[in-house]
Structure formats: C-alpha cells, structure tokens
C-alpha cells in the first residue's frame, strides 16, 4: 500500500478508475466522430476540428484522474476501453445529438463519484471533482444543445455546410 494513502477509500479509488475508463471511452468517440467528418464523402473540417478538440479534453480529463489517483496513493487500473457505439454518425445533427447524450453520460458518472466522496466524507476529492470537472461539464452539455437548436434551425446541406463554416471553423 502507498505510504501517500490517507482517508482514501476502496471506493473512491475504484470509482475514480472507472472514471478514468469512461473519459477514455468519450476520447475514443469523440476520436471517432472527429475522422468520420474528414473523411472526403462528408467532409466537414469544422465538425472534424470540433470532434478532435474534444477528444483532446476529454483525454486531459483521463490525465486529471490519473494523477489524483497517484497523489491520493490509489492505484490506476486500466480497463479495455469500450468501443463508440456506431461507425456511422450520419449528420452534423445526429452527431451533436450523439454528444449531448455523451456528455451527460459524463457527467452523470462525475456527479456518482462526487457522492461516493461525499459518503466518504473526502472533501478533497470533492472539491476537485466541483473544481476541476462540474461547471465545464454543464457549459459543454449547454453549448452542444445550443449547437443542436441551432442545427435544427439551418436544416440539412446546405445549412449544415454554413454552421460548420461560420460556427465550427471560427
């Protein structure tokens, strides 16, 4: 057992190793939808720029995680890393759609592990899931619904063509 181990729970650290899976699995979606939109049959830069940034922070997110569970003296466990649930993400819409439901996946992971801190009475875990993870987690679920209202509103083709170029490519 770690030396740097102090009222850190079995269940914390468990919980903070599958939160360290599920940031992964939202890197490897978001991976996915990046290179599905550069692909030259869809081929929407913006949507592809978007997707990949995304994928970047969510693997900071995992990076995050993993260093807490060094400095609290836990041990990081790595599990096989669940594949995104579809190939094909159809439309810029569909895609957004698909990332709401992600991102509020996310944090509904984030929000069950800041309860087992609070039933531990970890504080500093608590307080570095509020500061590191909370408020970014609800301004990303409302950007991406202003995304999708706003992708409803231009339509498809052509629509979706000038919200990649004027909204995503900025």
């Given at each position: 057992?770690?030396?740097?181990?102090?009222h850190?729970?079995?269940?914390?650290?468990?919980?903070v190793?599958?939160?360290?899976?599920?940031?992964?699995?939202?890197?490897?979606?978001?991976?996915?939808?990046?290179?599905?939109?550069?692909?030259?049959?869809?081929?929407?830069?913006?949507?592809?720029?978007?997707?990949?940034?995304?994928?970047?922070?969510e693997?900071?997110?995992?990076?995050?995680?993993m260093?807490?569970?060094?400095?609290?003296?836990?041990?990081?466990?790595?599990?096989?890393?669940?594949?995104?649930?579809r190939?094909?993400?159809g439309?810029?819409?569909?895609?957004?759609?698909?990332?709401?439901?992600?991102?509020?996946?996310?944090?509904?992971?984030?929000?069950?592990?800041?309860?087992i801190?609070?039933?531990?009475?970890?504080?500093?875990?608590?307080?570095?899931?509020?500061?590191?993870?909370?408020?970014?987690?609800?301004?990303?679920?409302?950007?991406?619904?202003?995304?999708?209202?706003?992708?409803?509103?231009?339509?498809?083709?052509?629509g979706?063509?000038?919200?990649?170029?004027?909204?995503?490519e900025?």
């Amino acid at each position: 057992m770690s030396r740097a181990r102090h009222h850190y729970s079995a269940e914390a650290e468990a919980g903070v190793n599958k939160q360290i899976n599920m940031e992964l699995h939202a890197m490897y979606t978001y991976l996915s939808l990046a290179y599905y939109f550069e692909r030259d049959d869809v081929d929407l830069k913006g949507f592809a720029k978007f997707f990949r940034d995304s994928a970047k922070e969510e693997l900071e997110h995992a990076e995050k995680f993993m260093k807490f569970q060094t400095e609290r003296g836990g041990r990081i466990v790595l599990q096989d890393i669940k594949k995104p649930e579809r190939d094909e993400w159809g439309s810029g819409l569909e895609a957004m759609e698909a990332a709401l439901v992600l991102e509020k996946t996310v944090n509904q992971a984030l929000l069950d592990l800041h309860t087992i801190s609070d039933n531990h009475n970890d504080f500093h875990m608590s307080e570095f899931i509020e500061r590191e993870y909370l408020d970014e987690q609800v301004k990303s679920i409302r950007r991406l619904a202003g995304y999708i209202t706003n992708l409803k509103r231009v339509g498809p083709g052509h629509g979706e063509y000038h919200f990649n170029r004027e909204t995503l490519e900025e």
